[in-house]
């Protein structure tokens, strides 16, 4: 197992203290000021998003945001090498909690053993192991308070809505 490759702490820390001082929603406008100044650069914007490189020492070094109701709701930052080894993943995933954990502090919560950390702004920042990478996923106060409801009313995360009980 070869370590990967995976964004600095110092980048890790910029991220979270960047969406740590922001107020929700956040439109496109402040999004884009607060993607430069951590270095992103812009790649494409369309109705539904805006893409941007992170320029972090990754092989893929992807920033995709979602926009809902002409806000930034949340924005999915690819922090290690796209691989096929879970063992690296794992390590580059125990290594980048650690990073956050400096910065936020223990995780909140998890699920899935995925962590996350409650802003005090409302936000939410996951950590996500997926097939082939780890992502750092930054939640604004509207999707965080939709999932915090579902944790509270029980509702599996996992869920395929609509899906289940036969109505025949």
């Not at 110092?10 to 607060?34: H, M, N, Y």
């Not at 580059?92 to 995780?107: F, K, N, T």
Request: charged share 25%; glycine share 10%; aromatic share 6%.
């Amino acid at each position: 197992m070869d370590a990967l490759a995976r964004a600095t702490d110092a980048q890790i820390d910029a991220v979270c203290e960047a969406f740590t001082s922001v107020s929700w929603p956040l439109g496109r406008d402040d999004f884009k000021a607060l993607a430069e100044r951590l270095g992103w650069q812009f790649k494409l914007e369309t109705s539904s998003g805006v893409q941007h490189r992170s320029g972090y020492p990754v092989n893929l070094p992807t920033v995709r945001s979602l926009v809902a109701d002409d806000a930034i709701s949340q924005i999915v930052i690819a922090v290690s090498d796209k691989s096929d080894d879970a063992g690296a993943l794992r390590g580059a995933a125990q290594d980048l909690q650690a990073a956050l954990s400096g910065h936020r502090g223990q995780p909140s919560g998890s699920q899935g053993g995925d962590p996350y950390w409650e802003l005090a702004n409302g936000g939410r920042i996951w950590l996500k192991t997926v097939p082939k990478k780890v992502l750092l996923v930054v939640e604004g106060q509207r999707f965080a308070d939709v999932e915090r409801r579902e944790e509270r009313l029980g509702i599996d995360p996992g869920r395929t809505p609509a899906a289940g009980a036969d109505t025949a």
